[in-house]
């Protein structure tokens, strides 16, 4: 620029590529934009353009512009280069963003028959198989990424105990993250994981008193923050929900009554956090005009950075319900059948929640609610028979047990 002349396209590329490390998606496209002409008739930066548009509009959630561009690149690429099979893996990822499952791993198949010897490959297929819930899947991809590079990383291993953690195998997950620990004990994620699990593997062999013990110092230390794509494992409202189901387990219902509220209140501000720095990261890769669009989509949204279960509205308040539910039977163990009743109503006034979980949570609850009526005595008898008469309406199998 300073001699009067445009920078060569590699500088420009390079300039986009430190923007996007920067944080600057929109930037980098811009100077992009400005590449593409120079680029005409080289065929090497023509590749390394479209590489980089798919990378920027990838970031940029564009989805769709990102699978032209790597349709593109795949097409202009001979099969066995890296690039081609990049171009596989990023194409598969927005396919997988989209909700293309299909698409997505047909992708990645062929990126995995294309380069067998490559473990980021298998470890990519890995991180597909867990997001789409083929855990086992993901179990062997991992585990394959480790034997092609001689070693197990701390975060294949954290990758590794999420899927057998997922398969309910909480022995393998620990060991994993143990392992994970002890190749990297600065790992506050490893190392977070790990002191939750063995908590939850106390609870799993009986020990309540020890595990609750665990869970408490665990909640009263700050969840460090997801880094290099790794979620963090038992946010604080799912360590409030062991930590109440082990107080029930020990007989202190009230202390686990409080417990589950305080699951539900976590996990509906962590949503509203979430969302909240979602559309500020929105409003600094575009306009403000496409904030505004985000925030009208709001009431469907999905935050990616959040736990499934509770990534949703609508899953927040499905969860709120499955907590109120606890509290129901804690409310029942300390006999407490007036307050008892009233939350039973208060969930069934969450219809949409209910039709969500299914036919069987409203069954379950009017069933609790002609129990709770039932133990009021006799002022109550006509209510406990028309909630009994409900519930037998939708699944015979509550009050059939009752009755015997």
């Known amino acids: 620029q300073i001699s009067g002349r445009p920078p060569p396209i590699g500088a420009g590329h390079l300039r986009a590529a430190c923007l996007c490390s920067l944080g600057r998606p929109q930037d980098a496209r811009d100077v992009l934009m400005q590449c593409r002409e120079l680029g005409r008739g080289n065929p090497e930066a023509l590749a390394r353009q479209m590489a980089l548009e798919a990378e920027v509009l990838m970031l940029l959630q564009q989805y769709e512009d990102a699978i032209e561009a790597c349709?593109?690149?795949?097409?202009?690429?001979?099969?066995g280069a890296p690039s081609h099979v990049e171009a596989r893996l990023m194409r598969g990822c927005c396919h997988s963003e989209l909700g293309e499952a299909d698409r997505a791993f047909e992708d990645y198949r062929?990126?995995?028959?294309?380069?067998?010897?490559r473990p980021d490959v298998?470890?990519?297929?890995?991180?597909?198989?867990?997001q789409h819930g083929c855990f086992q899947e993901a179990v062997t991809a991992f585990t394959t990424a480790a034997k092609l590079t001689d070693v197990m990383s701390q975060r294949l291993s954290y990758k590794r105990g999420l899927a057998h953690l997922a398969l309910g195998n909480a022995a393998a997950a620990l060991k994993d993250m143990l392992r994970a620990s002890r190749i990297s004990p600065n790992m506050a994620l490893a190392a977070r994981a790990r002191d939750g699990l063995g908590a939850l593997q106390s609870?799993?062999?009986?020990?309540?008193r020890h595990a609750h013990v665990r869970l408490n110092v665990l909640l009263h230390a700050p969840p460090p923050p997801a880094t290099d794509r790794l979620p963090t494992l038992l946010m604080?409202?799912?360590?409030?929900?062991?930590?109440?189901?082990?107080?029930?387990?020990?007989?202190?219902?009230?202390a686990a009554a409080q417990d589950f509220q305080a699951a539900a209140d976590l996990a509906f501000q962590d949503f509203e956090s979430s969302c909240f720095m979602?559309?500020?990261?929105?409003?600094?890769?575009?306009?403000m005009s496409a904030a505004q669009t985000s925030l009208s989509q709001q009431p469907g949204q999905?935050?990616?950075r959040l736990h499934p279960d509770v990534a949703s509205k609508?899953?927040?308040?499905?969860?709120?319900c499955e907590a109120s539910y606890n509290i129901v039977l804690c409310q029942l163990m300390m006999r407490q059948y007036r307050g008892a009743l009233d939350t039973c109503q208060q969930l069934l006034a969450q219809e949409r929640a209910l039709r969500d979980i299914g036919p069987h949570a409203v069954c379950l609850i009017h069933f609790l609610v002609g129990v709770c009526s039932l133990a009021l005595g006799e002022s109550a008898d006509q209510a406990a028979r028309e909630a009994f008469t409900k519930s037998y309406a939708f699944d015979p199998r509550y009050v059939d047990d009752f009755l015997r």
């Open 122 to 130: 298998h470890e990519a297929s890995g991180e597909l198989f867990l």
């Open 278 to 287: 979602e559309l500020v990261e929105t409003a600094q890769r575009s306009t």
């Open 203 to 208: 609870a799993i062999d009986g020990d309540f």
């Open 314 to 320: 609508r899953g927040v308040e499905c969860f709120g």
């Open 71 to 79: 349709s593109v690149l795949i097409d202009s690429t001979a099969p």
């Open 302 to 304: 999905t935050v990616s």
């Open 110 to 117: 062929e990126a995995l028959v294309l380069a067998p010897e």
């Open 236 to 254: 604080p409202f799912e360590l409030a929900v062991y930590r109440g189901v082990c107080s029930l387990y020990l007989g202190e219902a009230a």
